[in-house]
């Protein structure tokens, strides 16, 4: 089971996004890992919550699981996180470069840099940034990698924030480092131009960033961390948390300003559940805590 999984914010329009990326990312082969075409794996409705009635969706892209929710106008997508697509041929850049430019902004125009012959930075027409990169002879490990950016306060934090989530998560270890270096300003020498690492099997970069943004990390983006029990959960929230006024229905976020939601894998059966009764129990009961409490959650789908 994916441990880790990107979780997408929309106001309305999580289902039509899902159907969006799923044509965009069809594939004509198999990701790294044997996984298949994308896909729309489930949707579920969950009603009587303070943004409404909320959808909530999960894909595979590439055979990697992405969740989606349309859950109200509060956040929106920020270029500091987005998504590295690597790419095997220009022909695959360019394939996916059409579709997610069509109504998008682009970050960095498509053509040739240093780091790659091709490649294209694009603001999609939802607002979520894609990163598409002709990889050249470099093996491709994993299609699409989640990317941090480090910016205002937290610009040159990379590499710290890098070396405390491979200490929180037990899978893990840093990979390759490319640092800036002299007459690179307003980036300062020896901060991440770009970072890997890997979290409980999941590819991750990251990377600083000194330039005056004008946005940072937010909520629109957040990584499920899937539990299968409660000492698990409570591990994690302890290490993770570090703003108690944004913990809420298992939501927390870390020092850096990523948010994370530490969840139950019990919770994701229950919620994938057509029964509506059920799913208004569980509903009813998770949207009372902040930390998840799994016992109080199967009484809960229980009717107990």
Same mark, same amino acid.
């Given at each position: 089971?994916? !441990?880790?999984?990107?979780? *997408?914010? %929309?106001?309305?329009?999580?289902? /039509? ?12 082969? $198999? ?5 298949? +075409?994308?896909?729309?794996? +489930?949707?579920?409705?969950?009603? +009587? ?11 595979? *892209? ?39 430019? +069509? ?7 498509? =053509?040739?840099?240093?780091?790659? /012959? ?17 990889? =050249?002879?470099?093996?491709? !490990? &994993? ?23 491979? #200490?929180?998560?037990?899978?893990? !270890? #840093? ?16 901060? @991440?131009?770009?970072?890997? %690492?890997? *979290? ?13 943004? $004008? ?8 990584? @499920? ?35 994370? &939601? ?7 059966? @229950? ?6 009764? $059920?799913?208004? !129990?569980?509903?009813?009961? %998770?949207? $009372? ?5 799994? /016992?109080? *959650?199967?009484?809960?789908?229980? =009717?107990?």
């Amino acid at each position: 089971m994916q !441990r880790i999984t990107p979780h *997408l914010w %929309f106001d309305r329009e999580a289902r /039509e996004a899902a159907e969006f990326y799923t044509s965009v990312f069809s594939t004509r082969e $198999k990701s790294p890992s044997g996984g298949k +075409n994308s896909v729309v794996k +489930n949707v579920s409705t969950i009603h +009587n919550t303070p943004s409404g009635s909320v959808d909530m969706v999960t894909i595979e *892209l590439y055979g990697q699981g992405f969740s989606l929710i349309s859950a109200g106008p509060y956040f929106k997508f920020t270029p500091a996180v987005s998504f590295l697509v690597a790419c095997a041929t220009r022909e695959e850049v360019d394939a996916l470069w059409t579709p997610l430019s +069509n109504a998008g902004t682009p970050l960095m125009d498509l =053509g040739e840099y240093p780091f790659s /012959e091709h490649y294209g930075w694009i603001q999609d027409r939802y607002g979520v940034s894609w990163q598409v990169m002709h990889m =050249g002879e470099r093996p491709v !490990r &994993q299609k699409i990698t989640p990317t941090l950016m480090f910016v205002g306060e937290q610009c040159g934090k990379a590499k710290e924030a890098i070396d405390f989530y491979t #200490t929180v998560f037990h899978n893990a !270890r #840093t990979g390759d480092i490319l640092a800036y270096g002299k007459g690179e300003e307003p980036d300062k020498e020896g901060t @991440m131009k770009h970072a890997a %690492f890997t *979290l409980e099997g999941m590819d991750f970069a990251a990377m600083d960033s000194a330039y005056q943004h $004008k946005f940072t990390i937010n909520e629109a983006i957040s990584f @499920m961390v899937h539990c299968a029990t409660q000492d698990e959960l409570d591990y994690y929230w302890k290490r993770l948390s570090a703003v108690p006024s944004a913990e809420q229905c298992g939501w927390l976020k870390d020092r850096y300003g990523v948010s994370w &939601q530490i969840v139950p894998t019990v919770m994701d059966e @229950m919620l994938r559940d057509k029964d509506p009764v $059920k799913l208004a !129990r569980v509903t009813e009961a %998770f949207l $009372k805590m902040k930390k998840f409490d799994i /016992e109080q *959650l199967k009484k809960a789908y229980a =009717g107990q």
